[in-house]
């Protein structure tokens, strides 16, 4: 009997701990296997966080290099040997560089990139942001399809890059509230244990420790608090720790901030919280505040450019400050310590696993009429 499903041809610079990864890990576990034949190839499988939560049914290819560029002569190979119907990449630099080789590869795939981030903001991390921009500008169009996670993201394709609005398609990012709620009642040590009977305030934050999650704001803003009962748990690495460390020293928070590290099962840390924070300058589309709302935490967030709006406006649970700023961010702090403020009851019906893991498959399975779905 033919085997008619499509094959799917995942590429991902790393399976380290990002909401990037967790996102590809979820199409990988929940795509339909009687339409579709799934592979992943990985640039670099060191550090692979999610490497045990990879279906056994998807095709593991492990690219062996350090850097995307040096994977990009396996990557021409095995697009021509393993000739899929889709490849579906994720992640800024690595979908730019396959936008740059599409001519070397087989013009019948059809090729899908996931885009992460509101490009015009991530840019100006890089040294040389003018070429990034002409680059964007010049190759990105080479993709049939740019998924966007939210309509900010799309927008910005658009207007900034000059990206086809033909070619876009907004999903958001799923959601697997089941799976996040059984992760949840893992019995692991938060460290809350006696916060009951300090009558301590436990505020979760969680990410890489970079300037555009703002932990710094975070830290300001509850020195700003200045209460002994405000406690705060940051999940994640990166290369401000230590300045992060010492700002938190500095501000006299030694105490009352401490830093855990990556954590592979976050859920018990965000579901016991009091509230989870999302303290970023720019966002593409927060996993993490999903989930939190998943483990029924109230979420309280700067209005960071991004999905963050999206979500907030359909969920109707999300706590907002005036501005990205630490005064703005303390005192809506000051206001939930203080009991005045309450989150509404949480509607995650739009970014549900099945909803989303559908548009998906309409996505690819209908790959010349992109543009008709939406969320």
């Known amino acids: 009997m033919a085997d008619n499903r499509h094959d799917i041809l995942f590429l991902i610079p790393s399976l380290h701990g990002g909401g990037a990864e967790r996102v590809i890990v979820n199409l990988l576990r929940h795509l339909d296997r009687s339409k579709f034949h799934l592979a992943l190839a990985v640039v670099d499988v060191r550090n ?24 990009l002569p ?64 010049r190759f990105y169009r080479r993709f049939d399809t740019v998924v966007c996670q939210s309509q900010d993201m799309l927008d910005d394709l658009v207007e900034n890059f000059g990206f086809p609005l033909s070619k876009t398609v907004v999903i958001h990012n ?54 002994p009962r405000l406690h705060l748990t940051v999940l994640g690495e990166g290369p401000l720790k230590q300045e992060l460390e010492q700002l938190a020293s500095d501000k006299g928070l030694a105490h009352q901030v401490r830093f855990v590290g990556f954590q592979k099962n976050p859920y018990p840390f965000l579901s ?51 501005s990205v700023s630490s005064d703005a961010l303390g005192a809506i702090l000051r206001r939930f310590v203080d009991g005045d403020i309450k989150i509404e009851k949480t509607n995650l019906d739009t970014f549900s696993i099945g909803r989303i893991i559908n548009q998906y498959e309409r996505m690819l399975l209908r790959k010349n009429d992109c543009s008709k779905i939406s969320p």
């Open 174 to 227: 799923p959601v697997d509230i089941e799976h996040i709620r059984r992760l949840a009642l893992e019995p692991i040590e938060t460290g809350f244990g006696q916060s009951e009977t300090l009558n301590n305030v436990n505020l979760v934050a969680a990410g890489r420790l970079s300037h555009q999650k703002g932990f710094d704001l975070l830290i300001e803003a509850v020195a700003l608090c200045n209460n």
């Open 272 to 322: 016991r919280a009091d509230a989870f924070v999302l303290s970023s300058r720019f966002e593409g589309f927060p996993n993490v505040v999903l989930e939190a709302l998943a483990c029924g935490t109230p979420v309280i967030a700067t209005p960071a450019p991004g999905g963050l709006n999206e979500i907030a406006q359909l969920t109707g649970a999300i706590i907002l400050s005036t």
């Open 74 to 137: 396996k990557i021409i190979r095995l697009i021509w040997r393993c000739h899929p119907a889709v490849v579906f990449s994720t992640l800024g630099h690595l979908n730019l560089a396959l936008a740059i080789i599409r001519h070397l590869l087989p013009n019948e795939v059809y090729y899908v990139a996931r885009e992460s981030n509101i490009v015009s903001e991530v840019i100006h991390k890089y040294s040389k942001p003018v070429w990034w921009y002409w680059a964007y500008r």
């Open 48 to 71: 692979a966080a999610y490497r045990a939560d990879v279906p056994g049914d998807v095709e593991f290819i492990d690219l062996g290099c350090s850097r995307v560029r040096y994977a």
